[in-house]
């Protein structure tokens, strides 16, 4: 019952946003979004810590077919909902300085898609996946598509085409599933645990992985399915980029644990090696590309390009160090990319520009701006004691652990990050001032109320990330079980 | 049966009222009559299968649930007609009357169990929309979409007639099920060629009907000139009644020569979904993407048929044609709204829609998104159920290049989407809003939320067969 509230809670307030206007309706919203997090903290609290699924609902729902409304919480799922209801209100606050034309759609869609987003961090049953997954597709479209920037039209375009096109090689692989779970006469069913049991040929698995795969690797994204991001990203209203990096990406790396990892074991061992020199070829191509970005927001784009490919290596590799590392760091990677776009956003506000050349400076005008600037910006490098430290270790291990070369290669990660990260920070906030920033005010009480759950978020991962762990970790044991069998 | 009656009686009496020269009260009798004969349509439910006029016609679960779309359809489209009721159109109670007696036609064509019933139920429908295509006298592109019409309609009845004549050649019977009989049994054989000729030209015909390529070439021109309200009538029902009478001829009458005739479908299966979404993918205007994209879904109902999967076939494509008839009414509802106000029929002449009627804005978007097949719509249960059908029958490749062509209708149909929501009006005049009536709104209202409804719980219908 907790998991249906959970997640229908934010649709219900969505279509009752219909009845508001403009400030009231963000109010509204961000009441409903906060309400949404305490619920979820809630379910945290009242769940154990064990690998069974807990508050399971399973009705059917196309009856006749064996496709069930079949959802519920495990550690792993756990977290990623406590992420996204943590996420969602910021980012609504975050948009609050923003006078949105027509706000209430604006926050309807927000809260629609965080019925999507947890809908597929739910579901046991991967037609029900499926649908959340396209679900949480549609409104992220019209944020960005209706919202963004100049070039908005063909970015989101080509985002939606990409992405939709990616998951329709998924659903053919689970309709392939499907069937075969009805070949020797049983009743056919599309249930997560029937998916698992399947006995499938080698071969078979072989190609399922890539239909699977492809639809995760686009919402990564990983390299060479990454084109539509940097363009999207950079487009995007700022409360959609951190939508689509702070969440939406997570979508792909929750996805290949649960519904790729377990169901193909066989095409996963096949293909892990040529997906790490991927997802290797990711961190190194989008660290480079960042270097040489002089839009902020572009230069976390790539940035964020690199840290995905990162987790993507993890998860391949196959142990326990890189899953875990991959499931911390994507809270970690949470956290950091919605609060560096959102420092970003505040210094696009107050100077109107994202260009690194313009700006300079800031320090003086802004001492507390730029602090909050370099602890995110230290998570992101991975500094020891922050967020983004703990999961990079634990990936880098793992990583390392399946191979020494590739551990090698994947670590320049970090010295990527440090060369590109501190070069920005030093050229926008240090320096002589620019015609944009000789007058610009620090940041106000809202905007640290952003910020201040994410910086207290950033030590308490970097300082006790087996909080987190430990809830994950029953989950991530049970998967590597069910793939290693 | 009753529902023929009805709509025949209550028909004539609607052209009756036309002499009374009181348009307003038309089309609240013509949405009555409809209510009525839905209602009647929903009694015949429960009851036991039955036969009338000595067998020619069966009024079973199948005909009934199909007839319910073709009336519920004409109801829910009716509304769009108020127009021509603020116009003083002339010849308004003719065009109800034809729309009624169309559907009569309609309703021959899902419960025949003859094949001179079918005929005369093919007639009846297009006989009617002939007209209708023509009804914007002085327009030149009306004139032409009626005469191409009606010329290349009438070669393709012919030819549906003559090889309704071989089949009877071959099997000595216009009784589909003793057509069934006939085709499968041995002795026969000598006639397999008279019958497979026949065969071919009955699905020439009835391919004409529901614009399959490559029987397809009328139907973008003849969509764009007919007046944009019958081509929505034209574009639905009359393609629902050709499904249904074309999986009924195949499963019964044909079944046994699947052999010859699946690879036939199949061929122009994969066809008709090519022309389809390519030919919409080309298209600059609204109302001719919309004729291509009734080719596609001619394309993807066609799996069904060629799945020929007993039950799994009829709901699959009963589900898929209300799903698509819903989304196609809510299409050209809007688009006739947005064409009457604003004179264009490009897609910039749905640009800043979402700033001056949002609730325009929004139907469409669902209709696009349920004809594009994506979830939280009917249109994706329904590609999933016609698409499950096939795989089932092992049709593995078939199904694959339909998803492909699905990723291109994708491509068109977000255009209309991004026009409304993502450009701003071209002039002054496109920046007022479009004219809508309360209670046309409320329709809009209702066919979204049956599309919305369909994509959530399909199982509500999915299984009614």
């Given amino acids: 019952m907790l998991t249906a509230l959970l997640l229908f809670f934010p649709l219900a307030a969505a279509l009752l946003l219909h009845f508001f206007k403009g400030g009231t309706a963000r109010v509204v919203a961000f009441g409903a979004a906060l309400l949404e997090f305490v619920l979820a903290v809630v379910v945290a609290i009242a769940s154990k810590s064990s690998s069974a699924t807990q508050f399971a609902i399973d009705q059917p729902w196309i009856a006749s077919s064996g496709i069930r409304f079949h959802i519920g919480l495990d550690g792993l799922s756990l977290l990623l909902v406590l992420l996204t209801t943590f996420l969602v209100p910021l980012i609504m606050l975050a948009s609050f300085r923003h006078e949105y034309k027509n706000a209430s759609a604006f926050y309807a869609l927000i809260l629609f898609m965080q019925t999507g987003l947890i809908g597929v961090f739910v579901s046991l049953d991967a037609f029900l996946f499926y649908f959340f997954w396209e679900v949480a597709l549609i409104p992220i479209y019209f944020i960005a598509g209706v919202w963004g920037g100049e070039r908005r039209i063909q970015v989101t375009f080509k985002f939606f085409l990409y992405t939709i096109i990616g998951s329709l090689f998924m659903l053919a692989a689970f309709v392939y599933l499907y069937f075969q779970t009805g070949v020797n006469g049983a009743p056919r069913s599309s249930d997560l645990l029937a998916f698992y049991n399947l006995s499938l040929s080698a071969a078979e698995q072989s190609w399922l992985f890539w239909l699977i795969f492809i639809a995760f690797a686009v919402k990564m994204p990983v390299f060479p399915f990454h084109t539509w991001q940097p363009d999207t990203y950079t487009e995007s209203p700022a409360p959609a980029t951190m939508l689509l990096s702070g969440i939406m990406l997570k979508m792909g790396i929750y996805g290949t644990l649960r519904w790729l990892l377990p169901v193909v074991p066989l095409g996963v061992s096949q293909w892990s090696k040529p997906v790490m020199v991927l997802a290797v070829i990711g961190i190194i191509y989008g660290a480079i590309i960042a270097i040489r970005q002089r839009d902020m927001k572009r230069l976390i784009a790539y940035s964020s390009l690199s840290h995905v490919g990162l987790m993507a290596a993890g998860v391949f590799s196959l142990t326990q160090l890189g899953l875990q590392g991959a499931v911390i760091q994507m809270l970690a990677h949470g956290v950091n990319a919605v609060g560096m776009f959102f420092v970003i956003d505040c210094i696009e506000r107050r100077t109107g520009t994202r260009e690194i050349a313009d700006l300079g400076g800031l320090t003086r005008h802004t001492p507390v701006l730029s602090v909050t600037f370099l602890v995110m910006l230290l998570s992101t490098v991975a500094l020891p004691l922050t967020a983004g430290f703990v999961g990079e270790f634990l990936l880098l291990a793992g990583v390392y652990e399946y191979s020494a070369w590739l551990g090698a290669i994947a670590g320049l990660t970090i010295i990527f990050a440090a060369v590109y990260l501190l070069r920005m920070f030093q050229r926008v906030m240090l320096g002589p001032d620019t015609s944009f920033t000789a007058t610009i005010r620090d940041l106000t009480g809202a905007e640290l109320a952003v910020l201040v759950p994410l910086i207290l978020l950033v030590f308490w991962i970097g300082l006790f990330p087996n909080t987190f762990l430990h809830i994950s970790e029953p989950s991530i044991i049970q998967l590597l079980d069910i793939v290693k069998r | ?465």
């Fill in chain 2, 1 to 465: 049966m009753i529902s023929i009656v009805l709509l025949s009686v209550l028909g004539i009496a609607n052209l009756f009222l036309g002499f009374l020269r009181s348009n307003r009260m038309l089309l609240p009798v013509a949405m009555l009559i409809l209510v009525v004969v839905f209602g009647a349509n929903v009694l015949d439910w429960n009851a036991a299968s039955q036969s009338y006029f000595n067998n020619m016609l069966t009024i079973d679960r199948y005909s009934v649930a199909f007839t319910g779309i073709v009336v519920l359809t004409t109801l829910l489209l009716l509304p769009f007609s108020e127009k021509y009721v603020r116009d003083g159109e002339a010849n308004l109670a003719e065009y109800y009357s034809l729309l009624l007696f169309s559907l009569v036609g309609a309703i021959m064509m899902v419960s025949y169990d003859n094949l001179l019933m079918l005929f005369v139920g093919i007639e009846i429908l297009s006989i009617s929309m002939y007209v209708l295509a023509g009804s914007d006298k002085r327009n030149v592109r009306s004139n032409e979409a009626a005469l191409k019409y009606f010329l290349m309609g009438s070669f393709a009845t012919g030819i549906l007639l003559f090889g309704i004549a071989l089949v009877y050649g071959a099997t000595g019977t216009f009784q589909l099920t003793q057509i069934g009989a006939g085709v499968a049994n041995p002795a026969n054989a000598s006639f397999t060629p008279m019958l497979y000729i026949g065969m071919l030209l009955m699905f020439i015909g009835i391919s004409f009907k529901v614009s399959a390529a490559p029987f397809h070439y009328w139907t973008p021109d003849v969509y764009e000139g007919t007046p944009t309200f019958f081509t929505a009538f034209m574009s639905t029902v009359v393609k629902t009644a050709g499904f249904a009478a074309f999986l009924k001829l195949l499963m019964i009458a044909f079944s046994s020569a699947q052999s010859f005739w699946i690879p036939t479908i199949m061929a122009m299966t994969v066809l008709t979904l090519l022309i389809g979404n390519v030919g919409a993918v080309a298209q600059n205007s609204a109302k001719r993407m919309l004729a291509y994209s009734s080719i596609s879904h001619a394309g993807y109902l066609f799996i069904g048929l060629v799945a020929l999967n007993g039950k799994l076939s009829a709901n699959g494509i009963f589900f898929y044609s209300l799903a698509y008839s819903i989304a196609t009414v809510a299409a050209f509802a809007v688009l006739k709204l947005v064409i009457d106000q604003r004179q264009r029929e490009d897609y910039d002449g749905l640009n800043g829609l979402a700033k001056t009627n949002p609730l325009l804005a929004f139907v469409m978007t669902v209709a696009m998104l349920s004809l594009a097949g994506i979830p939280l719509t009917g249109g994706f249960f329904g590609k999933f159920f016609l698409f499950g059908a096939a795989v089932d029958k092992g049709h593995i490749g078939l199904v694959v290049f339909a998803v492909v062509m699905s990723m291109v209708g994708i491509y068109y149909y977000l255009r209309p989407v991004i026009a409304m929501y993502m450009r701003p009006a071209i002039d002054e005049e496109d920046a007022t809003p479009v004219a809508v009536t309360g209670f046309q709104s409320a329709v809009l209202v209702l066919l979204a939320l049956l599309t919305i409804v369909l994509g959530v719980l399909p199982s509500l219908v999915s299984n009614l067969l």
